[in-house]
């Protein structure tokens, strides 16, 4: 079974890796988007029958040379780190998604090419391809890796999806599909939720929720029911 390093870069504290102050004077950490997602990618892919191993699974800002010997000592089979650009700090317009490989790996330029299609097409943000990048984890990790850069901190619009699950959930499935791809391993889509039973026309489910002899045990019921904000009435049957 082929085995996944994940990387969730940064720490939560880690100095300028958040979004420039929104309006509401807030801003984002990177981490905020990052950890969950790595997260989100880890059920993604043991959904897929893939084994993790998680490298920097923490708050606190993981040496670069930890995250890459627990990956290298597991023996893992492709390294993928999650991030969220920046240009300058500053908000504006540029933006998009991008994902990095190590220059001279041949099977990093495929996956990362893999992967970066699922999530450009996933996102429907700004396609802005593959880079060859002499990055740490890149280039002493033993495996194929990538790093990830799933949106601008910023640019305002793209900020506001990192804390959206759902745009989670939309990166992490993308990014899942690019290494199933890679691996030739069948991706699992996320179960449906199931649709609301419906009662056949002129039926419904009744909600009952006590029935006694003596009408004094139903009206004491009936009060309690009312103390606790739900509606109700006796009925003979
Ligand atoms: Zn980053």
């Known amino acids: 079974m082929a085995k996944i390093a994940i990387d969730n870069g940064h720490g939560l504290n880690t100095p300028g890796k958040r979004t ?25 892919l ?13 708050q606190e800002d993981t ?28 908000w504006g317009t540029h933006g998009g998604v991008e994902t990095h490989y190590y220059p001279t790996s041949e099977k990093g330029k495929r996956l990362a090419q893999l992967v970066q299609a699922e999530l450009a097409k996933a ?6 391809g593959i880079w060859a990048s002499n990055f740490y984890v890149l280039r002493e990790t033993k495996m194929p890796a990538i790093l990830c850069e799933c949106g601008f901190m910023d640019n305002m619009e793209e900020a506001k999806l990192m804390l959206d699950e759902n745009y989670q959930w939309t990166v992490a499935e993308a990014i899942g599909r690019g290494i199933c791809a890679y691996l030739g391993v069948n991706y699992v889509p996320k179960p449906e939720p199931k649709k609301e039973e419906i009662a056949p026309e002129g039926k419904f489910y009744k909600v009952q929720v006590g029935a006694f002899k003596e009408r004094k045990n139903a009206e004491a019921l009936l009060e309690q029911l009312k103390r606790a904000g739900f509606p109700g009435f006796i009925k003979l049957e």
């Open 63 to 90: 040496p670069l040379a930890t995250r890459v010997s627990r990956a290298n000592n597991a023996k893992a089979d492709v390294f993928v780190s999650i991030h969220f650009n920046a240009f300058k700090g500053e």
């Open 20 to 44: 420039p102050t929104f309006p509401d004077g807030r801003q984002i950490r990177e981490w905020e988007f990052n950890y969950p997602t790595a997260q989100k990618l880890k059920q993604v």
């Open 123 to 128: 996102t429907g943000l700004r396609d802005r």
């Open 46 to 58: 043991e959904r897929c029958g893939l084994e993790t191993i998680m490298v920097s699974d923490t």
